[in-house]
Structures are given as structure tokens and as C-alpha cells.
């Protein structure tokens, strides 16, 4: 369910610059895929999950740690550093977005869908959970690693069904 969760709001974070603001400041997604290794110079891939292998190795070669998908599908990354940093490299390797490099426009439905999941996560003990930035969600570290988030997630699955696509 955390993949769900997750994974429905980063792919919308991962695209769409979701590196810290400042220098100080650390942001958590988690993206949804799994794959054998390949490298980042080959064509794109029809299969997410190579496709989001192929993104983070990507990642790395432009300069944003960021580890390949672990046995279950999922990816973390923590933005540490200057937003334009993270930006350069998510359009160097825009072609191995889990989009496809599609920018997710501001969707009305999606800001409201997310903005429930929020305050349902909220309102199930992760308090630091934040609200969406248009149709795009943020997960700060605090709630990424808050304790009461898994209990959080398994009260709130409909409205993470509802905020957008995920793995399972």
C-alpha cells in the first residue's frame, strides 16, 4: 500500500521539479518500478519499470543520488540540493520519465483527490503530511518517515485509489 500511496504522487513529483526550493531543505517520492540493469544510453523502454531503472541511473549520471528500484518495485529519493540541479537532470532524462517525460498539467480533480489523501493522512496521525501544490504532491522527510504513516495508509486507500495511478 505505501508503493500506492507513494508511488500514485511521484510520479507527478518526480517530472514536474519536485527538488527542494533551497539548499537546506530535503523532499522524499517514492517511485513504483523494478527492473534488470541496463544503462541510461539506451533507447527508451515500453516496460515501467526498466524505464524507471533507466531514470535513476539516469539521475545519477546527471549528479541526483538516487538508488536503482529495490526487489519490491520501489524507489526513494531525497532532494538535498539546489532545485536547479534537480531540474537539469530530470530534463536530461526526461525520455526515461515514468511519464514519459509528459508534464502532468494542473488538474482540478487530481489538486481536490490528493487534497483529501492529505487530510485523511493528516487526520490518521501523520501530521506533517502537506497539502498538494496544484495537482502535485510533496512529500516532506518528517512524513516520509513518520511512525504512524503505514496505519495511515491502510486507513486511507480509497482516497489514494482516488488521487492518481500507483503500483499495488
Given at each position: 500500500?505505501?508503493?500506492?500511496?507513494?508511488?500514485?504522487?511521484?510520479?507527478?513529483?518526480?517530472?514536474?521539479?519536485?527538488?527542494?526550493?533551497?539548499?537546506?531543505?530535503?523532499?522524499?517520492?517514492?517511485?513504483?518500478?523494478?527492473?534488470?540493469?541496463?544503462?541510461?544510453?539506451?533507447?527508451?523502454?515500453?516496460?515501467p519499470q526498466e524505464k524507471a531503472l533507466k531514470f535513476a541511473q539516469c539521475m545519477r549520471e546527471n549528479g541526483v543520488d538516487m538508488p536503482d528500484p529495490d526487489a519490491g518495485g520501489k524507489m526513494t529519493m531525497t532532494f538535498g540540493g539546489p532545485q536547479e540541479k534537480v531540474q537539469a537532470a530530470q530534463e536530461a532524462?526526461?525520455?526515461?520519465?515514468?511519464?514519459?517525460?509528459?508534464?502532468?498539467?494542473?488538474?482540478?480533480?487530481?489538486?481536490?483527490?490528493?487534497?483529501?489523501?492529505?487530510?485523511?493522512?493528516?487526520?490518521?496521525?501523520?501530521?506533517?503530511?502537506?497539502?498538494?501544490?496544484?495537482?502535485?504532491?510533496?512529500?516532506?522527510?518528517?512524513?516520509?518517515?513518520?511512525?504512524?504513516?503505514?496505519?495511515?495508509?491502510?486507513?486511507?486507500?480509497?482516497?489514494?485509489?482516488?488521487?492518481?495511478?500507483?503500483?499495488?
Amino acid at each position: 500500500m505505501r508503493r500506492r500511496i507513494l508511488g500514485a504522487i511521484a510520479f507527478t513529483l518526480v517530472l514536474t521539479g519536485c527538488g527542494s526550493g533551497d539548499e537546506g531543505g530535503a523532499d522524499v517520492a517514492s517511485v513504483s518500478g523494478a527492473g534488470k540493469q541496463t544503462t541510461a544510453g539506451a533507447p527508451p523502454s515500453a516496460d515501467p519499470q526498466e524505464k524507471a531503472l533507466k531514470f535513476a541511473q539516469c539521475m545519477r549520471e546527471n549528479g541526483v543520488d538516487m538508488p536503482d528500484p529495490d526487489a519490491g518495485g520501489k524507489m526513494t529519493m531525497t532532494f538535498g540540493g539546489p532545485q536547479e540541479k534537480v531540474q537539469a537532470a530530470q530534463e536530461a532524462c526526461r525520455q526515461y520519465a515514468p511519464s514519459g517525460g509528459q508534464q502532468i498539467r494542473n488538474d482540478p480533480e487530481m489538486a481536490e483527490n490528493l487534497r483529501k489523501l492529505a487530510q485523511c493522512m493528516r487526520d490518521n496521525g501523520v501530521e506533517s503530511y502537506p497539502d498538494p501544490e496544484g495537482s502535485m504532491m510533496r512529500i516532506t522527510q518528517e512524513a516520509a518517515e513518520d511512525p504512524d504513516l503505514k496505519a495511515a495508509e491502510q486507513k486511507c486507500q480509497k482516497e489514494s485509489a482516488a488521487a492518481g495511478p500507483g503500483g499495488s
